[in-house]
C-alpha cells in the first residue's frame, strides 16, 4: 500500500493535540509550528503556534483515513473532487525546510496556478526549490498548490536566484553548442 501525505482538519486549537495522539498510535504527522512574539509588551518570551491553523499532516495509505476520524478533535480530511487531497512530497519537505530555516514564517491563501520555479540558496549547505510567486524586500513566498497556500518568510535577497536566469543560460549554452556542431 502506498503511502501519502494528506491534511487532517482539526477543531480550532486542536492540532499538537491531534497530533500527539497520531504519534502515540504510531502515525507519522507533521505539525509545523512557527515562533511568534505575542503583542503584549509585558511578555517578551516567544511562543510556538501551529503555522497552518486546524490543519496536522499525517502519511498513511487511504485506506486508513477512516481511523482517523476515531480522534477526538478531528473534523475531516481535507478533499478534492471527491476523494481525499494528496499533497505531494515537494511541499511537504519544502513546508519542513522553512519551518527549520526560517523562524519567523507566514502563510496566506493563494491561487493554485502559478508555475514559475525559484531557487534559494541560504548556506552552501541548504537549497531548497519551490514553485515562485513572488521576492519583495526580502521577503519570499513559496506556492504550495496541493494546499492552495503559499509560504512566506524573509531572507536576504543576495541567497535567491531565480531559475529563469539560469535555465536561459543554460538555454543559450545549449544552442551556441548546436550552432558549433552544425
Known amino acids: 500500500m502506498q503511502k501519502n501525505w494528506y491534511a487532517v482538519y482539526t477543531r480550532p486549537l486542536c492540532e499538537k493535540k491531534i497530533a500527539g495522539l497520531f504519534t502515540k498510535w504510531k502515525i507519522e504527522n507533521f505539525c509545523p ?20 491553523k ?10 486508513q483515513i477512516s481511523r482517523l476520524y476515531k480522534a477526538e478533535g478531528v473534523v475531516s480530511v481535507l478533499y478534492w473532487l471527491g476523494q481525499p ?11 519542513k ?4 530555516n ?3 514564517l507566514k502563510v496566506e491563501r493563494t491561487n493554485v496556478n502559478i508555475n514559475d520555479s525559484v531557487k534559494v540558496m541560504n548556506s552552501p549547505s541548504y537549497r531548497m526549490e519551490g514553485k515562485f510567486i513572488s521576492i519583495k524586500n ?39 553548442k548546436s550552432v558549433n556542431a552544425i
Open 138 to 176: 526580502k521577503t519570499v513566498k513559496v506556492n504550495l498548490p496541493s494546499l492552495g497556500f503559499a509560504i512566506i518568510a524573509e531572507l536576504e535577497k543576495e541567497n535567491i536566484i531565480e531559475l529563469q536566469d539560469s535555465l536561459s543560460e543554460n538555454l543559450s549554452l545549449m544552442s551556441d
Open 33 to 52: 509550528v512557527n515562533n511568534v512574539r505575542p503583542n503584549v509588551s509585558w511578555r517578551n518570551r516567544t511562543q510556538s503556534e501551529p503555522l497552518f
Open 102 to 104: 526560517y523562524p519567523s
Open 97 to 100: 525546510d522553512f519551518s527549520n
Open 85 to 95: 487531497a494528496v499533497i505531494k512530497d515537494e511541499e511537504i519537505e519544502t513546508i
Open 54 to 63: 486546524s490543519y496536522v499532516f499525517v502519511h498513511i495509505s487511504e485506506s
